[in-house]
C-alpha cells in the first residue's frame, strides 16, 4: 500500500500553496499521482474561506515520523505557524493520511489518520486515487467509507479555475 497525503490551504493562492507543497516534497518525498484539486467548505470553524483539497500518493524513504516533521517543515515554510487556531484559516495544511500498512499511536503521531473516515473532504480525492484501498483497521474500502458521508459539500474546482491552475503551477488537471 502506497502513501497518501491530505493538502490543503484557505488562505492566499490556495492552488499555489499547494502547488508549492507538492514540490517542497522533493528531495526528501515524490508525489508519484495528484487527484484533482476540490474546494470544501471548511469544517469546525465555519466563518472562513472555502478550502482547496487534494490528496497526493507519495513515495519516500523517510519513516512516518520524520515524514510527518518534513511535512511540519514544509507547512512552516509556507507560512503556517504552531499554535495557530485548531481547524481556523491557514495557507497550507499537510496531513499524513496513511503509511503503506502501518497502524500506529504516538504522541505527535496516529495512522491511519485520526480522522480519516470522517472527512469527505479527504475521502473524495482519496477514492479518486484509491477507490478499492482498505486502510489499516479497517474492513471497508474508501469508495464503502465514502458512501456513507454526506460529500455535497465538496466539489471539484470550477473549469476556469481548473485552467488556471494550469497555467500557474505548470500541472495539469492537477494530477502529475
Known amino acids: 500500500m502506497p502513501i497518501y497525503l491530505g493538502l490543503g490551504s484557505n488562505i492566499g493562492n490556495r492552488a499555489g500553496n499547494i502547488a508549492m507543497a507538492l514540490r517542497y516534497l522533493e528531495p526528501l518525498a515524490r508525489a508519484t499521482r495528484v487527484s484533482t484539486m476540490y474546494e470544501t467548505r471548511p469544517e469546525g470553524v465555519s ?57 500506529m499511536e504516538t504522541e505527535f503521531l496516529t495512522l491511519p489518520h485520526p480522522r480519516l473516515r470522517e472527512r469527505a473532504f479527504v475521502l473524495v480525492p482519496l477514492a479518486e486515487l484509491a477507490p478499492d484501498l482498505v486502510p489499516p483497521g479497517s474492513n471497508d474500502t474508501v469508495s464503502m467509507l465514502l458512501a456513507g458521508l454526506d460529500a455535497r459539500s465538496v466539489g471539484p474546482v470550477p473549469p476556469q479555475t481548473a485552467k488556471r491552475i494550469e497555467m500557474t503551477t505548470g500541472i495539469a488537471g492537477f494530477k502529475l
Open 47 to 103: 466563518d472562513q474561506p472555502a478550502f482547496y483539497n487534494s490528496v497526493a500518493e507519495v513515495v519516500t524513504g523517510l519513516q512516518p515520523e520524520s515524514l510527518l516533521r518534513h511535512l511540519k517543515n514544509i507547512e512552516y515554510e509556507i507560512g503556517r505557524r504552531p499554535g495557530e487556531q485548531r481547524w481556523g484559516p491557514r495557507p497550507i495544511d499537510l496531513d499524513l493520511l496513511l503509511y503503506e500498512e502501518v497502524a
